[in-house]
């Protein structure tokens, strides 16, 4: 089962509309600011897509916006005092979480933006969905970014982009290993706050990352 969030960071028209075109999802949970770009997008696409779950505080949209959705019987709506514990965002993973089961795919799109702290505390929430035992997925029409721990299988013709780093989580990555690359390693360790992996190509039809102990972000990225 694949669950899309769309929250308030950048969120781009085509790349959105394109995410429906490629996966079915069971649900998809828009987050308050996020409900103003969905309305212009569900316009484009004929008034077609549709959205089961809408959270937040509701600060930042318009109660027009608001209003025309809050009162569809489809959309269950989960409403929050502003002066709260977690970020909207937090609380549509957390929804997500209870959604899904073992295995599911967690689409998390508009997770970036200019607000440092935001996108550094959804990139961490990366780690909430692996312990569930799903998969999460923070995507822009740049970047794909999930959280590995014991390594990963990318094939060239399926890459998100032309360039993937791996960026340690843990204070440490031991063991790292990665063939089928430009710059290959071998049983290495990499600290938090290096750069040794960053920005590498697949050189063959497929590259091979393993990890022998450690958390860390797999970014595949394109200009």
Not at 27 to 51: E, M, Y
Request: aromatic content about 8%.
């Amino acid at each position: 089962m694949n669950i899309l969030i769309l929250t308030g960071g950048r969120l781009d028209e085509e790349f959105t509309l394109g995410l429906f075109e490629q996966r079915e999802f069971s649900q998809v949970i828009v987050v308050d600011g996020a409900l103003a770009f969905w309305d212009r997008v569900a316009k484009k696409s004929g008034n077609k897509l549709t959205f089961t779950h809408l959270v937040g505080d509701f600060d930042t949209i318009s109660p027009d916006i608001l209003g025309k959705y809050t009162n569809n019987p489809a959309i269950t709506v989960h409403r929050f005092n502003p002066e709260k514990d977690y970020t909207d965002t937090d609380i549509a993973v957390k929804l997500a979480i209870s959604l899904g089961k073992t295995g599911d795919q967690v689409f998390v799109c508009g997770a970036l933006g200019s607000r440092v702290d935001h996108s550094l505390a959804n990139l961490q929430m990366l780690m909430q969905i692996e312990r569930a035992g799903m998969q999460g997925h923070i995507v822009d029409p740049h970047n794909h970014v999930r959280l590995i721990k014991d390594g990963a299988r990318i094939r060239k013709e399926e890459q998100f982009g032309d360039f993937l780093s791996l960026i340690p989580v843990s204070p440490k990555l031991t063991g790292v290993s990665m063939s089928g690359f430009k710059y290959p390693l071998q049983n290495r360790d990499v600290d938090w706050g290096e750069s040794l992996c960053v920005s590498n190509e697949i050189t063959g039809e497929e590259g091979q990352i393993s990890i022998r102990e450690g958390y860390a972000f797999l970014i595949e990225s394109r200009d």
